[in-house]
């Protein structure tokens, strides 16, 4: 069966270190992986967008790479702040419009 | 400008009723979703609009569960007889065009509420 997994536990980090969260999936073949970004009582923000012929792609203080023969994406936020505390979701198409959405792994950036 | 808004932001409502859930999408973004999303879950897909046809409905739980977009624009998302197990944030989406990279665009949610 189709299965995409995030990071189970919550990860806690100090300010200004880097926060690695891994996306990997089973039984798909995305053309694209995306990842958002989402906030208490909010909905989805979308933050970046991968290509499978891509291998890195990078916005600002946010790195994600996608290695299509591990079936994994690396989502990395550097120099962390306590505005980046948010739980991150990764998505990958299931074809050529529909998103599929791992649980998502909750940051929180402490002071 | 403006972003995809949803309404009622809340819903509360008994066993066995009907509830209508409102989403505006982005101003000619042809391209609509409706997801439902449960506590410590990502969204799930329910249904995709490609202007006023739903092109993808595979998502839908049950035929309690129904979307309709009439005029390619505002879709209203209908759930009859609802049961305790609807419970959940409900999320529309929207995008200029399907497909391809293209990102989609989250209004707030409705959270709604079978007691």
């Known amino acids: 069966s189709q299965k995409i997994e995030q990071n189970s536990e919550a990860l806690n980090i100090q300010e200004g270190k880097t926060a690695t969260l891994t996306c990997n999936y089973t039984?798909?073949?995305?053309?694209?992986l995306q990842w958002y970004r989402q906030d208490p009582g909010r909905g989805p923000v979308f933050l970046l967008l991968?290509?499978?012929?891509?291998k890195e792609k990078r916005k600002e203080r946010l790195k994600v790479t996608f290695d299509t023969t591990l079936k994994q994406s690396l989502f990395h936020i550097t120099a962390s702040q306590p505005a980046d505390s948010a739980t991150y979701l990764c998505?990958?198409?299931?074809?050529?419009?529909?998103?599929?959405f791992g649980a998502g792994t909750t940051v929180t950036v402490r002071a | 400008g403006a972003g995809v808004s949803q309404t009622p932001s809340n819903k509360v409502t008994e066993k066995g009723k009907y509830v209508e859930l409102r989403c505006d999408p982005i101003?000619?973004?042809?391209?609509l979703y409706w997801y439902r999303q449960s506590l410590g879950q990502g969204p799930e897909f329910l249904i995709y609009?490609?202007?006023?046809?739903?092109?993808?409905d595979s998502g839908l739980p049950n035929d309690r569960f129904f979307a309709v977009r009439p005029e390619g624009s505002v879709s209203t998302l209908k759930i009859q007889r609802t049961e305790r197990g609807d419970s959940a944030v409900y999320l529309c989406?929207?995008?200029?065009?399907?497909?391809?990279?293209?990102?989609?665009?989250f209004g707030p949610g409705t959270r709604l509420t079978v007691l």
């Open positions: 101003s000619g973004h042809t391209a």
């Open positions: 039984n798909y073949s995305p053309a694209y």
């Open positions: 991968i290509r499978e012929n891509e």
């Open positions: 998505a990958l198409d299931s074809n050529d419009y529909k998103l599929s």
């Open positions: 989406a929207s995008s200029p065009l399907a497909g391809h990279y293209n990102e989609q665009f």
């Open positions: 609009f490609q202007g006023t046809g739903a092109a993808d």
